[in-house]
């Protein structure tokens, strides 16, 4: 029967048009979030015999531990078992690949706080005043904790990497104008609203049935069954929702599901783990924090020649997700523009601090900041307007290859988004008034910026690709929906229920979203890469046209036509003139033996990345943004507020604007604080300072301006994506990069003509610093 258009057009003989997609309609869960009656996993009821558990960690942040006393906290009250390293029947391994992060540490310290025992109690309370109560013998060793420190010591997590694209060298050389420099890009605490919890109750047969707060169910499934000592088959992980993921639950909530399983192994009672905020803070890993040295070759106009620039990324004490996070780093330092000669170096550095790991835009923002400030300091060399200079180095006909050898074949999009939203934003009459502003005002100083955003849409690992769904039809004509995606408040679940609501022409309420369940659809990869909606929806799609497709030859039979000119739609199956209800069509196919169950599967045509001969094509497809911001800076205190935000972002043909605009907003927001307010301290013990909301501030309220307009652009997407629309979780965290670049202009009006030295987060002090550093160039 013929097919359904990629972009949902009506077609002669399409069995069901589209209805319910590319609908504005609420988060499924929106009514229970703002009623505060949306079930997590602290929320389940907890079976009679519950334990609770706490972790006792270690006291310093390099070193050996001794030995330890645990008398104490065994006789605390309430405690039923205190377990250690010599306890686990499995492998002490929780790491997502390399082996290289014990579950508990046995001897060796690798960070403040790491995890060295489990308290299991009756209370939560219990479990955590008797973990306090071990006595350490220690011998400590001076820890390294900064890029700066890891450069000293020259520790890395993995090998080096770079690519390297012409005689960057020569080019150099070359040029008529060169710049060097060195940008601090800080980390950044998720602060997802749910903190890391796991919740393990063991069955029969050395089962275990996980309630995880991951990305990543099939992960978690794996590491345990690997700590357990047992089979995957063995462990059921599920996540109904996550209060907020943002990377921190891709590979690291795998470590304390493990912990709960196997406590729930040794004691065969239900086991609860729910880490404090202050412990989450200090045992999670943070976006990465880098230091990236450059040198660029430039032309009279601001034409980029050569770019020679190495990425020193704080990884933690091991691997995690190093390899792709930092990989990700050096895919986006070209972000939007052509640059003939490169070289682009990488190295993931060790440090006795938690592990970084996987964060909204997984390497991209840092890389694309750095190309960002670079264009910013050609533009001051040079007294050019920034947008100019930008609009003149982005990738055209005759220059489209990638520093990596992609070719851009969207390119075209870049160019007129730009341009629209450079009109919509006002953005030269508001130059004018900046500069005049700026001309009478000796202390307060407007700047602004319009900044773009290209960005590639894949997992940069091959096997990451692909996605699996199963959609059950009942006698009544009610649809069960599950699949490897994850729901973690970005909207992934409505989406997917909408595509296979209008497969099926029902209703959107006619669609049950289920939970992600290992037993329902395994071997699924983490929901991640913005590409959730990209796999779960083309995988549920598929399941759902399966059933249809049976379907459709039952109701033609009993209505009279042939197959390919039966229609679903409005909750009716119509043949010519003839119809029936859904409900009436599922009962007959039920009475006729036609199954009305399928599973779907989908993989990611024509990408693939050879990371050791560095060639193919990493992404489907970019997707593409810009950002206008202003910013008002007083220079006696480095106190900031954000004037206003234009937004104009490339969402293809949106499978739900509602949900794809909260997302933008979100995104925005999030790379704000990234770059303006969240700052992670460490002090020399590799101790966590900012460890709470006390000491780490995320942006409120207060902090958005009263204008924050946001645009989507219309046109479809270039790749046969699920109904021409693109993903949109990650790309519009680096919108905020408008922002910097717009304190960084703000900045450059105290003394013009010379670049700006902006560290991020451009926090009250950086900018104060910037100041000082502006007035004393010659």
């Known amino acids: 029967m013929s097919e359904t258009s990629l972009d949902g057009t009506p077609q002669e003989g399409t069995p069901a048009l589209l209805e319910v997609v590319h609908q504005p309609l609420p988060h499924d869960s929106a009514l229970r979030h703002v009623q505060g009656n949306a079930p997590y996993i602290d929320d389940i009821l907890e079976p009679e015999g519950t334990l609770h558990l706490a972790i006792g960690m270690a006291p310093i942040a390099a070193g050996e531990i001794l030995s330890i006393d645990l008398s104490a906290v065994q006789a605390a009250p309430g405690i039923v078992a205190v377990l250690t390293a010599e306890d686990i029947r499995g492998k002490n391994d929780v790491s997502p690949a390399l082996g290289d992060e014990p579950m508990l540490a046995a001897r060796e ?36 904790v900064s890029v700066a420190d890891a450069r000293q010591s020259g520790g890395t997590v993995l090998p080096d990497y770079a ?23 800080g980390g950044q605490e998720h602060f997802y609203l749910e903190g890391q919890i796991a919740f ?230 508001r130059r004018r008034e900046v500069a005049a502003f700026n001309a009478q005002s000796p202390i307060l100083k407007r700047g602004l910026a319009l900044t773009p955003v290209k960005f590639g849409i894949s997992f940069t690992l091959k096997h990451l690709n692909q996605a699996g769904a199963l959609v059950h039809v009942y006698s009544d004509g009610s649809v069960m929906l599950n699949h490897g995606g994850t729901e973690m408040g970005q909207g992934l679940f409505v989406k997917v229920a909408q ?63 042939r197959p390919e000119r039966v229609r679903f739609r409005h909750g009716r199956v119509f043949a010519g003139e003839a119809s029936m209800s859904f409900a009436e069509l599922a009962k007959a196919c039920v009475l006729e033996r036609i199954s009305l169950s399928s599973t779907g599967y989908y993989r990611t045509p024509g990408i693939t990345w050879d990371r050791a001969s560095k060639t193919g094509r990493p992404f489907f497809y970019f997707a593409y943004g810009a950002a206008c911001s202003e910013v008002l800076v007083d220079t006696t205190t480095g106190e900031m507020r954000l004037e206003a935000v234009d937004i104009l972002h490339d969402c293809g043909r949106s499978l739900n604007p509602a949900i794809d605009i909260g997302q933008i907003e979100g995104g925005f927001v999030q790379g704000l604080g990234w770059l303006t307010t969240e700052e ?95 007035w004393s160039q010659r």
């Open 499 to 561: 595509v296979v609501a209008d497969e099926f022409g029902l209703p959107l309420d006619r669609v049950k979203i289920t939970a992600t369940n290992t037993a329902k659809v395994p071997n699924t990869g983490p929901t991640a890469a913005s590409s959730g909606s990209d796999l779960n929806a083309m995988a549920a799609r598929i399941a759902a046209r399966t059933i249809r497709d049976r379907m459709a030859g039952e109701a033609a039979r009993r209505l009279g036509d």
């Open 109 to 144: 310290i690798s960070f403040h706080g790491q995890p060295v025992f489990l308290v299991a109690a009756t209370s939560r309370k219990a479990a955590r005043l008797a973990s306090r109560l071990a006595r350490y013998e220690t011998r400590a060793e001076s820890p390294v």
């Open 163 to 185: 690519w390297q694209r012409g005689d960057a060298d020569a080019a150099l050389a070359e040029a008529p104008h060169r710049l060097e420099g060195e940008l601090e890009i």
């Open 200 to 429: 393990a109750i063991p069955g029969e047969d050395g089962d275990m049935f996980v309630h995880s707060s991951t990305q990543h169910p099939s992960e978690v499934q794996h590491i345990v069954a690997r700590v357990m000592g047992t089979a995957d088959h063995a462990v059921t992980v599920e996540c109904r929702r996550m209060g907020g993921g943002f990377g921190g639950k891709e590979s690291q909530a795998s470590h304390w599901a493990a912990l709960a399983a196997f406590a729930a192994q040794l004691t065969g009672r239900p086991c609860k783990l729910r880490l404090d905020r202050d412990d989450d803070f200090a045992l999670t890993g943070k976006r990465h924090d880098f230091l990236s040295a450059y040198a660029v070759g430039f032309d009279e106009t601001g034409l980029i020649r050569a770019l020679d620039i190495r990425h020193d990324a704080r990884c933690g004490y091991s691997a995690d997700l190093s390899l792709g996070v930092v990989d990700r780093t050096m895919f986006h330092t070209d972000n939007a523009y052509f640059i003939p000669a490169s070289r682009i170096a990488s190295r993931r550095l060790k440090t006795n601090t938690v592990s970084n790991t996987a964060f909204r835009g997984f390497g991209g923002p840092q890389g694309m900041l750095a190309i960002e400030a670079i264009m910013d300091a050609i533009a001051r060399r040079l007294g050019r307007d920034p947008l100019d200079l930008r609009k003149d180095n982005l990738y055209r006909p005759g220059h489209l290859v990638t520093p990596y050898g992609m070719e851009v074949f969207d390119h075209a999009t870049m160019l007129p988004l730009i341009e629209t939203l450079e009109t919509t934003s006002r953005y030269r009459e």
């Open 680 to 774: 992670l301290v460490f002090d020399r013990e590799g101790r966590l300072r900012t460890h709470a909301p006390s000491t780490y501030k995320i942006p409120v309220a207060s902090d958005i301006p009263a204008r924050f307009r946001v645009d989507l652009w219309q046109e479809e997407n270039r790749e046969e994506s699920i109904y021409r629309s693109k993903a949109v979780g990650e790309p519009p965290v680096m919108l905020a990069i408008s922002a910097f670049s717009a304190i960084a202009d703000a900045i450059h009006a105290v003394k013009p003509g010379h670049p700006t030295q902006l560290r991020a987060p451009a926090t009250p002090e950086a900018i104060l610093d910037a100041i000082d550093h502006q």
